[in-house]
């Protein structure tokens, strides 16, 4: 970053700015021109602090939403490969990214037994959350919650839990992910320290009850002192904003706090009065020594200088809430100015483009299978009610393929979930290479596919989108450099009248798919939606054959 000339520089003008006063505050009158000018500067002080606390709330509702969203999505993709609860271990250790989000990820069954731990594997089993306020209140909830802070058994730390619950196979909790922050851990300690934006006071954060969840003295952190007349006591009892009357060890300070949004937290700046305003007091008593019509000049001029000098602070505090209230765009924080105003104003900007990177990310992983990389069930339930709608509009047909893989356990059970896993991958890539660009594939469950058709004329012949399916797995898949031999079942739904509702498509889609498995298999048919009976299945290979599973061609035995 370009160094700012030191004649351009905050603290030089301000400097400057008091030594004028100083010079020209010889009368009496100076000094009434000062208390007006005292007046202004308590108030950008107080509203520059709340700027600051502003910025750090943001920053922390932002980290705790973005750290709930990973692991939101670490349960999708658990719910997506489900395994037993001795295989829960394995799969977190696979993901290794989950280290620079947490301190910690565990996961309980529903006795609050430890049966995956991240941080020491040889913990598991060692340990019962059962009397966890945190544990049991997400399995009452049934969703995701934000605990309140205390001492992990674990490492003996202090500690806040995020917790989100894993759903079986049949929609019924199986077990709670809980990820851990450390109170005391450099990632969350020191980025506030880095927010709180001078060398004097401190940052504190409480929860509802008085308990401290962040404060300098480490001691502090997990006591409770919400009595009357202590700090605490008085951040909250009182709406958000700032006082100068409020005292803290025996001395008066400037309090400045405001509410979490995410947390049932209240982050508040802390600051010395007498530090704050200690230049303020030197000039006043100079000025109290004097008394001159030149002083009154001199303290007009100087109280609009300091005006001009602050607008830009003024301006960036505004930009700043109308960000909040999403009535401004980002680019207005990458600001052209050289001095201390435009480099903050540009680290906003850059914090922020960062944190839009981060939740298109997550919004990128919450909506794709991370196996085959397909479309997931959360991205489908979106996307196809508003196909529907989109058909509706242009007066166009829509088409549902439902398709299941042939002895999908069977492979699994002879070959191992390893083949499994290969053959859903090649599958998914060649049904995407079979459909048109303009179609849409996704994988709902297990070995269960889907493919939206959009634009379909009212002539087009539905029964070429299935042949094409149909012929791009007839090539033997490879699996552990092995053919093996994989067929498909299609059941394919057409709207003919608009408008058709999302439930009666996929029933349409289903009984499709369920003829074709009632002819054995391996081949599509077609139902119009709305239609008594689903037309003739298409098995694509020879009529009347036995039902077969998937085999090694006979050339590789």
């Given at each position: 970053?370009?160094?700012?000339?030191?004649?351009?520089?905050?603290?030089?003008?301000?400097?400057?700015?008091?030594?004028?006063?100083?010079?020209?505050?010889t009368?009496?009158?100076?000094?009434?021109?000062?208390?007006?000018?005292?007046?202004?500067?308590r108030?950008?002080?107080?509203?520059?602090?709340?700027?600051?606390?502003?910025?750090?709330?943001?920053?922390?509702?932002?980290?705790?939403?973005?750290?709930?969203?990973?692991?939101?999505?670490?349960?999708?993709?658990?719910?997506?490969?489900p395994?037993?609860?001795?295989?829960?271990?394995?799969?977190?250790?696979?993901?290794?990214?989950?280290?620079?989000?947490?301190?910690?990820?565990?996961?309980?069954?529903?006795?609050?037994?430890?049966?995956?731990?991240?941080?020491?594997?040889?913990?598991?089993?060692?340990?019962?959350?059962?009397?966890?306020?945190?544990?049991?209140?997400?399995?009452?909830?049934?969703?995701?919650?934000?605990?309140?802070?205390?001492?992990?058994?674990?490492?003996?730390?202090?500690?806040?839990?995020?917790?989100?619950?894993?759903?079986?196979?049949?929609?019924?909790?199986?077990?709670?992910?809980?990820?851990?922050?450390?109170?005391?851990?450099?990632?969350?300690?020191?980025?506030?320290?880095?927010?709180?934006?001078?060398?004097?006071?401190?940052?504190?954060?409480?929860?509802?009850?008085?308990?401290?969840?962040?404060?300098?003295?480490?001691?502090?952190?997990?006591?409770?002192d919400?009595?009357?007349?202590?700090?605490?006591?008085?951040?909250?009892?009182?709406?958000?904003?700032w006082?100068?009357?409020?005292?803290?060890?025996?001395q008066?300070?400037?309090?400045?706090?405001?509410?979490?949004?995410?947390?049932?937290?209240?982050?508040?700046?802390?600051?010395?009065?007498?530090?704050?305003?200690?230049?303020?007091?030197?000039?006043?008593l100079?000025?109290?020594?004097?008394?001159?019509?030149?002083?009154l000049?001199?303290?007009?001029?100087?109280w609009?200088?300091?005006?001009?000098?602050?607008?830009?602070?003024?301006?960036?505090?505004?930009?700043?809430?109308?960000?909040?209230?999403n009535?401004?765009?980002?680019?207005?924080?990458?600001?052209?100015?050289?001095?201390?105003?435009?480099q903050?104003?540009?680290?906003?900007?850059?914090?922020?483009?960062?944190?839009?990177?981060?939740?298109?990310?997550?919004?990128?992983?919450?909506?794709?299978?991370?196996?085959?990389?397909?479309?997931?069930?959360?991205?489908?339930?979106?996307?196809?009610?508003?196909?529907?709608?989109?058909?509706?509009?242009?007066?166009?047909?829509?088409?549902?393929?439902?398709?299941?893989?042939?002895?999908?356990?069977?492979?699994?059970d002879?070959?191992g979930?390893?083949?499994?896993?290969?053959?859903?991958?090649?599958?998914?890539?060649?049904?995407?290479?079979?459909?048109?660009?303009t179609?849409?594939?996704?994988?709902?469950?297990?070995?269960?596919?889907?493919?939206?058709?959009?634009?379909?004329?009212?002539?087009?012949?539905?029964?070429?989108?299935?042949?094409?399916?149909?012929?791009?797995?007839?090539?033997?898949?490879?699996?552990?450099?092995?053919?093996?031999?994989?067929?498909?079942?299609?059941?394919?739904?057409?709207?003919?009248?608009?408008?058709?509702?999302?439930?009666?498509?996929?029933?349409?889609?289903?009984?499709?798919?369920?003829?074709?498995?009632?002819?054995?298999?391996?081949?599509?048919?077609?139902?119009?939606?709305?239609?008594?009976?689903?037309?003739?299945?298409?098995?694509?290979?020879?009529?009347?054959?036995?039902?077969?599973?998937?085999?090694?061609?006979?050339?590789?035995?």
């Open positions: 970053m370009r160094r700012i000339p030191k004649h351009q520089t905050f603290k030089f003008k301000i400097t400057a700015l008091l030594v004028l006063m100083v010079m020209l505050a009368v009496l009158v100076g000094g009434t021109s000062l208390l007006v000018a005292e007046r202004e500067m108030q950008v002080i107080g509203s520059q602090e709340m700027a600051m606390l502003s910025s750090a709330a943001a920053y922390l509702d932002r980290d705790i939403t973005s750290k709930q969203q990973v692991l939101r999505a670490l349960a999708e993709s658990l719910q997506a490969e395994a037993p609860h001795g295989k829960v271990q394995q799969q977190l250790e696979q993901r290794s990214a989950l280290r620079d989000e947490f301190a910690n990820v565990s996961a309980l069954d529903l006795n609050g037994q430890l049966i995956a731990n991240l941080q020491d594997r040889r913990m598991v089993g060692k340990l019962n959350a059962s009397g966890r306020q945190y544990f049991r209140d997400t399995l009452a909830a049934q969703e995701g919650i934000v605990s309140a802070p205390f001492r992990s058994v674990l490492s003996g730390r202090p500690v806040v839990a995020l917790t989100q619950p894993v759903m079986g196979r049949h929609g019924t909790l199986d077990y709670v992910l809980v990820g851990t922050i450390d109170l005391q851990r450099p990632a969350f300690a020191g980025q506030l320290n880095a927010l709180r934006g001078s060398n004097s006071g401190y940052l504190l954060i409480v929860t509802a009850d008085g308990t401290v969840v962040h404060h300098p003295d480490a001691s502090r952190v997990l006591t409770r919400a009595g009357a007349g202590s700090l605490a006591h008085t951040i909250l009892s009182s709406p958000d904003g006082r100068d009357d409020a005292r803290d060890a025996g008066d300070v400037l309090l400045a706090h405001k509410r979490l949004r995410q947390a049932d937290w209240t982050i508040a700046a802390v600051f010395p009065i007498r530090e704050v305003f200690a230049s303020m007091a030197s000039v006043r100079q000025a109290l020594a004097a008394a001159s019509m030149v002083a000049a001199a303290g007009l001029l100087g609009l200088l300091m005006r001009s000098l602050l607008a830009p602070l003024y301006q960036l505090y505004g930009q700043v809430r109308a960000f909040g209230r009535e401004a765009d980002i680019e207005q924080f990458n600001s052209t100015r050289p001095d201390e105003f435009g903050l104003s540009r680290a906003f900007y850059q914090v922020s483009r960062q944190q839009q990177v981060a939740e298109r990310n997550l919004q990128r992983l919450a909506t794709t299978d991370p196996l085959t990389g397909a479309h997931n069930r959360r991205m489908f339930d979106e996307f196809f009610p508003q196909a529907l709608k989109r058909a509706i509009r242009g007066g166009h047909q829509i088409g549902l393929a439902v398709l299941d893989i042939d002895h999908f356990k069977f492979i699994n002879s070959f979930h390893q083949a499994g896993d290969a053959v859903l991958v090649q599958f998914a890539d060649r049904l995407r290479q079979a459909v048109r660009s179609d849409t594939v996704a994988r709902i469950a297990g070995d269960e596919f889907v493919v939206v058709f959009e634009h379909l004329d009212t002539g087009h012949d539905v029964n070429l989108l299935g042949e094409k399916v149909m012929a791009a797995m007839q090539q033997p898949f490879n699996v552990n450099g092995k053919p093996l031999n994989v067929s498909a079942s299609i059941g394919i739904a057409v709207t003919t009248e608009l408008p058709a509702d999302v439930d009666k498509v996929m029933l349409a889609a289903d009984q499709a798919l369920y003829c074709v498995k009632a002819a054995g298999r391996n081949g599509f048919a077609i139902n119009h939606v709305g239609a008594e009976r689903v037309l003739s299945v298409r098995e694509f290979g020879a009529a009347a054959k036995p039902e077969r599973k998937p085999s090694w061609p006979s050339s590789r035995m």
